[in-house]
Protein backbone atom coordinates (compact mmCIF):
# COMPACT_ATOMS: atom_id res chain seq x y z
CA UNK A 1 0.00 0.00 0.00
CA UNK A 2 1.52 3.34 -0.68
CA UNK A 3 0.74 5.26 2.34
CA UNK A 4 3.03 8.15 1.77
CA UNK A 5 2.06 9.09 -1.96
CA UNK A 6 1.20 12.49 -2.81
CA UNK A 7 -1.69 12.03 -5.85
CA UNK A 8 -0.90 14.13 -9.36
CA UNK A 9 -4.32 15.51 -8.35
CA UNK A 10 -3.35 17.27 -5.35
CA UNK A 11 -0.94 19.10 -7.00
CA UNK A 12 -3.59 19.87 -10.12
CA UNK A 13 -5.64 21.26 -7.58
CA UNK A 14 -2.59 23.24 -6.43
CA UNK A 15 -2.18 24.53 -10.29
CA UNK A 16 -5.85 25.02 -10.15
CA UNK A 17 -5.88 27.45 -7.32
CA UNK A 18 -2.76 29.40 -8.07
CA UNK A 19 -4.78 29.46 -12.13
CA UNK A 20 -7.76 30.71 -9.99
CA UNK A 21 -5.65 33.14 -8.06
CA UNK A 22 -3.78 34.29 -11.40
CA UNK A 23 -7.24 34.91 -12.67
CA UNK A 24 -8.98 36.77 -9.79
CA UNK A 25 -5.73 39.17 -9.71
CA UNK A 26 -6.28 39.46 -13.79
CA UNK A 27 -9.98 40.55 -12.98
CA UNK A 28 -9.14 43.11 -10.10
CA UNK A 29 -6.50 44.45 -12.62
CA UNK A 30 -8.01 44.66 -15.70
CA UNK A 31 -11.30 45.49 -15.57
CA UNK A 32 -11.90 45.55 -19.24
CA UNK A 33 -10.89 49.87 -19.49
CA UNK A 34 -7.95 50.51 -21.62
CA UNK A 35 -6.02 52.37 -19.00
CA UNK A 36 -6.00 49.86 -16.31
CA UNK A 37 -5.07 47.32 -19.07
CA UNK A 38 -2.16 49.47 -19.95
CA UNK A 39 -1.09 48.96 -15.94
CA UNK A 40 -1.70 45.56 -15.80
CA UNK A 41 0.44 45.35 -18.58
CA UNK A 42 3.92 45.42 -15.93
CA UNK A 43 4.55 42.13 -15.03
CA UNK A 44 5.84 43.53 -11.56
CA UNK A 45 2.12 44.41 -10.48
CA UNK A 46 0.73 41.13 -11.18
CA UNK A 47 3.15 38.92 -9.53
CA UNK A 48 3.42 41.30 -6.50
CA UNK A 49 -0.59 40.91 -6.66
CA UNK A 50 -0.47 37.32 -6.53
CA UNK A 51 1.95 37.10 -4.20
CA UNK A 52 -0.14 39.51 -1.85
CA UNK A 53 -3.09 37.24 -2.15
CA UNK A 54 -1.42 34.09 -1.78
CA UNK A 55 0.57 35.42 1.40
CA UNK A 56 -2.64 36.81 3.20
CA UNK A 57 -5.63 35.13 2.76
CA UNK A 58 -3.94 31.40 1.94
CA UNK A 59 -2.96 28.88 4.20
CA UNK A 60 -0.37 26.82 2.97
CA UNK A 61 1.90 24.31 5.32
CA UNK A 62 4.78 22.45 3.78
CA UNK A 63 5.00 19.59 5.57
CA UNK A 64 3.95 16.96 3.44
CA UNK A 65 6.15 18.05 0.61
CA UNK A 66 9.12 18.31 2.88
CA UNK A 67 8.30 14.71 4.22
CA UNK A 68 7.95 13.60 0.31
CA UNK A 69 11.51 15.04 -0.51
CA UNK A 70 13.07 13.06 2.36
CA UNK A 71 11.55 9.71 1.55
CA UNK A 72 12.67 9.73 -1.63
CA UNK A 73 16.25 11.42 -0.45
CA UNK A 74 17.00 9.36 2.49
CA UNK A 75 16.61 5.06 1.61
CA UNK A 76 15.92 3.80 5.28
CA UNK A 77 13.47 6.35 5.82
CA UNK A 78 10.38 4.61 4.32
CA UNK A 79 10.76 1.42 6.11
CA UNK A 80 11.22 3.33 9.22
CA UNK A 81 8.10 5.43 8.96
CA UNK A 82 5.82 1.99 8.21
CA UNK A 83 7.48 0.73 11.20
CA UNK A 84 6.09 3.67 13.09
CA UNK A 85 2.81 3.67 11.30
CA UNK A 86 2.21 -0.10 12.34
CA UNK A 87 3.18 -0.03 15.66
CA UNK A 88 0.81 3.03 16.03
CA UNK A 89 -2.29 0.92 14.78
CA UNK A 90 -1.19 -2.06 17.35
CA UNK A 91 -0.89 0.78 20.17
CA UNK A 92 -4.71 1.74 19.30
CA UNK A 93 -5.73 -1.58 19.31
CA UNK A 94 -4.52 -2.05 22.61
CA UNK A 95 -5.44 1.58 23.62
CA UNK A 96 -9.33 0.43 22.87
CA UNK A 97 -9.44 -3.22 24.43
CA UNK A 98 -7.85 -1.51 27.30
CA UNK A 99 -4.43 -3.85 27.05
CA UNK A 100 -2.80 -0.56 27.17
CA UNK A 101 -2.95 1.80 29.81
CA UNK A 102 -4.05 5.48 28.55
CA UNK A 103 -1.24 7.99 28.82
CA UNK A 104 -0.40 9.97 31.57
CA UNK A 105 0.13 13.86 31.20
CA UNK A 106 3.25 14.74 29.40
CA UNK A 107 5.28 17.57 29.94
CA UNK A 108 7.16 19.33 27.11
CA UNK A 109 9.68 21.60 27.29
CA UNK A 110 9.57 24.18 24.45
CA UNK A 111 12.97 25.33 22.81
CA UNK A 112 12.33 28.43 20.68
CA UNK A 113 14.87 29.83 18.60
CA UNK A 114 13.65 33.30 17.03
CA UNK A 115 15.90 34.06 13.98
CA UNK A 116 16.08 37.40 13.08
CA UNK A 117 16.46 39.72 10.57
CA UNK A 118 14.64 43.09 11.59
CA UNK A 119 13.13 43.95 14.75
CA UNK A 120 9.60 43.10 14.16
CA UNK A 121 10.74 39.69 13.49
CA UNK A 122 12.59 39.66 16.79
CA UNK A 123 9.01 39.21 18.26
CA UNK A 124 8.25 39.69 22.16
CA UNK A 125 8.72 37.54 24.89
CA UNK A 126 5.23 38.12 25.29
CA UNK A 127 4.19 36.88 21.68
CA UNK A 128 6.09 33.66 22.35
CA UNK A 129 3.91 32.90 25.55
CA UNK A 130 1.08 33.45 23.61
CA UNK A 131 1.62 30.68 21.54
CA UNK A 132 2.67 28.55 24.13
CA UNK A 133 -0.85 29.22 25.91
CA UNK A 134 -2.71 28.48 22.42
CA UNK A 135 -1.12 25.18 22.29
CA UNK A 136 -2.10 24.07 26.08
CA UNK A 137 -5.35 25.37 24.81
CA UNK A 138 -6.26 23.57 21.99
CA UNK A 139 -4.59 20.94 22.97
CA UNK A 140 -6.46 20.28 26.15
CA UNK A 141 -9.96 21.32 24.36
CA UNK A 142 -9.54 24.33 26.92
CA UNK A 143 -9.65 26.81 23.46
CA UNK A 144 -12.86 29.04 24.28
CA UNK A 145 -14.01 29.01 20.29
CA UNK A 146 -14.47 24.66 21.17
CA UNK A 147 -18.10 25.52 21.65
CA UNK A 148 -18.48 26.23 17.93
CA UNK A 149 -18.04 22.17 17.57
CA UNK A 150 -21.24 21.49 15.10
CA UNK A 151 -23.18 18.94 17.05
CA UNK A 152 -22.52 16.18 13.90
CA UNK A 153 -19.00 16.20 15.42
CA UNK A 154 -19.42 17.13 19.23
CA UNK A 155 -19.26 12.80 20.34
CA UNK A 156 -15.77 12.91 18.40
CA UNK A 157 -14.00 15.99 19.38
CA UNK A 158 -11.25 14.96 21.91
CA UNK A 159 -8.51 16.30 23.64
CA UNK A 160 -4.49 14.86 24.31
CA UNK A 161 -3.56 15.77 28.34
CA UNK A 162 -0.30 17.86 27.03
CA UNK A 163 1.27 20.57 28.88
CA UNK A 164 3.78 22.66 27.12
CA UNK A 165 5.98 24.78 28.92
CA UNK A 166 8.88 27.40 27.54
CA UNK A 167 12.08 25.74 28.55
CA UNK A 168 14.24 28.97 26.60
CA UNK A 169 14.74 31.48 24.13
CA UNK A 170 17.37 31.64 21.76
CA UNK A 171 17.88 35.12 19.92
CA UNK A 172 20.04 35.20 16.79
CA UNK A 173 20.43 37.93 14.46
CA UNK A 174 21.07 37.44 10.59
CA UNK A 175 21.38 39.01 7.67
CA UNK A 176 19.15 36.70 5.75
CA UNK A 177 15.64 38.29 4.69
CA UNK A 178 13.90 34.27 4.44
CA UNK A 179 15.05 30.92 4.87
CA UNK A 180 13.42 28.77 2.44
CA UNK A 181 12.17 24.99 3.33
CA UNK A 182 15.70 23.59 3.49
CA UNK A 183 16.05 23.54 6.98
CA UNK A 184 19.43 26.11 6.89
CA UNK A 185 17.56 27.60 9.94
CA UNK A 186 18.18 24.87 11.93
CA UNK A 187 22.18 24.38 11.92
CA UNK A 188 24.00 26.97 13.62
CA UNK A 189 26.99 26.24 10.74
CA UNK A 190 24.73 28.15 8.02
CA UNK A 191 23.54 31.07 10.46
CA UNK A 192 21.02 29.45 12.19
CA UNK A 193 20.07 27.77 15.49
CA UNK A 194 21.81 23.74 16.15
CA UNK A 195 18.02 21.80 17.76
CA UNK A 196 18.28 21.49 21.42
CA UNK A 197 17.86 18.33 22.82
CA UNK A 198 15.37 16.97 20.20
CA UNK A 199 14.56 13.73 21.74
CA UNK A 200 13.02 15.32 24.76
CA UNK A 201 12.21 18.76 23.49
CA UNK A 202 9.96 20.63 21.05
CA UNK A 203 12.42 23.00 18.55
CA UNK A 204 10.34 25.30 16.77
CA UNK A 205 12.15 27.97 14.57
CA UNK A 206 10.96 31.51 14.60
CA UNK A 207 12.10 32.97 11.05
CA UNK A 208 10.73 34.34 7.30
CA UNK A 209 10.33 31.13 5.75
CA UNK A 210 8.47 33.01 2.38
CA UNK A 211 6.96 31.45 -0.37
CA UNK A 212 3.43 31.92 1.08
CA UNK A 213 4.84 28.97 3.28
CA UNK A 214 3.15 29.76 6.96
CA UNK A 215 5.26 26.76 8.58
CA UNK A 216 6.43 23.33 8.07
CA UNK A 217 6.54 20.51 10.92
CA UNK A 218 8.78 16.98 10.67
CA UNK A 219 7.18 13.97 11.23
CA UNK A 220 8.17 11.78 13.60
CA UNK A 221 11.10 9.19 12.31
CA UNK A 222 12.52 11.82 10.21
CA UNK A 223 16.15 13.28 10.78
CA UNK A 224 16.39 14.17 14.39
CA UNK A 225 19.19 17.00 13.97
CA UNK A 226 16.34 18.59 12.52
CA UNK A 227 13.08 17.34 14.63
CA UNK A 228 10.49 20.10 15.38
CA UNK A 229 8.88 23.03 14.04
CA UNK A 230 9.65 25.95 11.65
CA UNK A 231 6.89 28.73 11.64
CA UNK A 232 7.02 32.46 10.18
CA UNK A 233 6.89 34.88 12.60
CA UNK A 234 3.95 36.73 11.14
CA UNK A 235 1.33 33.47 12.05
CA UNK A 236 3.15 32.43 15.54
CA UNK A 237 1.46 33.79 18.46
CA UNK A 238 -1.71 35.78 19.05
CA UNK A 239 -0.12 39.53 19.36
CA UNK A 240 2.87 41.58 18.43
CA UNK A 241 3.58 41.01 14.62
CA UNK A 242 1.28 38.20 14.50
CA UNK A 243 -1.33 38.96 10.91
CA UNK A 244 -4.97 38.18 10.56
CA UNK A 245 -6.48 35.88 9.63
CA UNK A 246 -3.36 33.62 11.03
CA UNK A 247 -2.91 35.44 14.53
CA UNK A 248 -4.75 33.05 16.97
CA UNK A 249 -1.50 30.61 17.16
CA UNK A 250 -3.70 27.70 15.39
CA UNK A 251 -0.57 27.73 12.48
CA UNK A 252 1.49 26.57 15.53
CA UNK A 253 -0.73 24.01 16.66
CA UNK A 254 -1.54 22.57 13.13
CA UNK A 255 2.25 22.20 13.00
CA UNK A 256 2.59 20.41 16.46
CA UNK A 257 0.02 18.42 14.96
CA UNK A 258 2.03 16.71 11.87
CA UNK A 259 5.04 16.77 14.79
CA UNK A 260 2.39 14.22 16.33
CA UNK A 261 2.08 11.88 13.35
CA UNK A 262 -1.05 13.68 12.51
CA UNK A 263 -1.53 13.89 8.94
CA UNK A 264 -4.02 16.75 6.78
CA UNK A 265 -7.35 15.98 7.40
CA UNK A 266 -8.34 15.46 3.46
CA UNK A 267 -5.09 12.81 3.83
CA UNK A 268 -3.33 15.06 0.59
CA UNK A 269 -5.32 13.49 -1.80
CA UNK A 270 -8.49 12.47 -3.77
CA UNK A 271 -11.59 10.89 -2.14
CA UNK A 272 -9.59 7.91 -1.78
CA UNK A 273 -6.52 8.66 0.48
CA UNK A 274 -7.23 8.85 3.91
CA UNK A 275 -5.73 10.44 7.00
CA UNK A 276 -5.09 7.37 8.59
CA UNK A 277 -8.11 8.31 11.21
CA UNK A 278 -11.56 6.53 11.24
CA UNK A 279 -13.58 9.16 12.66
CA UNK A 280 -12.18 12.17 10.20
CA UNK A 281 -14.93 12.45 7.51
CA UNK A 282 -13.11 11.55 4.34
CA UNK A 283 -12.57 14.37 1.77
CA UNK A 284 -10.46 14.86 -1.22
CA UNK A 285 -9.07 18.81 -0.89
CA UNK A 286 -8.65 21.49 1.96
CA UNK A 287 -10.82 23.64 2.65
CA UNK A 288 -9.55 27.58 2.75
CA UNK A 289 -11.04 30.64 5.03
CA UNK A 290 -14.04 30.09 6.92
CA UNK A 291 -16.27 28.06 5.15
CA UNK A 292 -19.96 27.36 6.06
CA UNK A 293 -21.45 24.22 7.51
CA UNK A 294 -22.21 21.80 6.13
CA UNK A 295 -19.88 21.74 4.05
CA UNK A 296 -19.36 18.65 1.72
CA UNK A 297 -17.09 16.54 -0.15
CA UNK A 298 -16.70 12.87 -0.84
CA UNK A 299 -20.41 12.36 -0.19
CA UNK A 300 -20.21 13.51 3.86
CA UNK A 301 -19.60 17.08 5.41
CA UNK A 302 -16.30 18.09 5.76
CA UNK A 303 -14.91 18.93 9.45
CA UNK A 304 -13.47 22.09 8.04
CA UNK A 305 -13.16 23.02 11.49
CA UNK A 306 -10.36 20.57 12.49
CA UNK A 307 -6.80 21.82 13.32
CA UNK A 308 -5.68 19.58 10.81
CA UNK A 309 -7.77 21.55 7.79
CA UNK A 310 -6.49 24.58 6.00
CA UNK A 311 -8.89 27.27 7.27
CA UNK A 312 -8.03 30.55 8.86
CA UNK A 313 -6.98 30.20 12.75
CA UNK A 314 -10.49 31.66 13.69
CA UNK A 315 -12.51 28.29 11.86
CA UNK A 316 -10.33 25.93 13.19
CA UNK A 317 -10.84 24.53 17.26
CA UNK A 318 -10.79 20.96 17.57
CA UNK A 319 -8.88 17.34 17.34
CA UNK A 320 -11.02 14.20 17.21
CA UNK A 321 -10.49 11.22 19.71
CA UNK A 322 -8.94 9.05 16.21
CA UNK A 323 -6.41 11.77 15.97
CA UNK A 324 -6.28 11.53 19.88
CA UNK A 325 -5.09 8.01 19.79
CA UNK A 326 -2.49 8.58 16.79
CA UNK A 327 -0.90 11.33 19.26
CA UNK A 328 -0.79 9.30 22.13
CA UNK A 329 1.19 6.65 20.60
CA UNK A 330 4.26 8.50 19.40
CA UNK A 331 4.50 8.55 23.29
CA UNK A 332 3.99 4.95 23.38
CA UNK A 333 6.86 2.83 24.98
CA UNK A 334 8.43 2.03 21.28
CA UNK A 335 7.05 5.04 20.06
CA UNK A 336 9.21 7.89 18.09
CA UNK A 337 8.51 9.98 21.16
CA UNK A 338 9.07 7.76 24.25
CA UNK A 339 12.21 10.32 25.72
CA UNK A 340 8.88 12.65 26.17
CA UNK A 341 7.54 10.29 28.92
CA UNK A 342 10.79 10.39 31.36
CA UNK A 343 10.40 13.99 31.34
CA UNK A 344 9.57 16.19 34.61
CA UNK A 345 7.07 19.09 34.78
ZN1 LIG B 1 0.01 21.00 7.34
Not at 97 to 104: A, E, P, Q, R, V
Not at 135 to 144: H, P
Request: proline fraction near 4%.
Amino acid sequence: MLLYHILESNIMKQKILSVILLSAVSMILLPGHTHYKKESADPQITTESLTRVQKDSIRKCYTMELFEKHLSRIPSMRSRIEGIENRCQAYIEGLRSGKIDDLHPIFIPVVVHVIYNNEVENISDAQIQSQIDVLNQDFNKTNTDSNQVPEEFLDVASDIKLNFKLDRILRISSKRASWGTNDQMKFTSNGGSNAIEPRNHLNIWVCTIGGGILGYAQFPGDNINTDGVVISSQYFGTEGSAQAPFNKGRTGTHEVGHWLNLRHIWGDGNCTKDDFVDDTPISGTPNYGCPNYPTMHCDSNDMTMNYMDYVDDACMYMFTKGQVERMKAVFAENGPRKGFCKNQG
